[in-house]
């Protein structure tokens, strides 16, 4: 079973939304995930990413692969956490 860390959609139409998932690589897009890590609005002016970063890094350990958009947003989210703490 191969794991990737990606988004999926959800909100409505020029409005996006997405949930940052741990999901089987061969499932769709927005089909069933395993575990959903955080919500991502990029449209949103600030606070627009909530990530579980110790959950990431816990599924990138047992050998899930993000997505190169999942990556950059892990770590933004690790950028931030470390600022605020």
């Known amino acids: 079973m191969a794991l990737k ?7 409505s139409t020029h409005n996006p939304i997405y949930h940052v998932v741990v999901a089987e690589a061969r499932s769709r897009r927005d089909g069933a995930a395993v575990e959903t890590l955080g919500t991502h609005n ?13 959950r990431a890094d816990y599924w990138i350990s047992k050998g ?20 605020t703490a």
């Open 42 to 54: 990029p449209r949103a002016a600030k606070d627009s990413l909530k990530l579980d970063v110790a």
């Open 64 to 83: 899930a692969t993000p997505t190169d958009t999942a990556l950059s947003l892990i770590k933004k989210a690790r950028k931030a956490a470390a600022a």
């Open 5 to 11: 860390i990606r988004l999926s959609r959800i909100g």
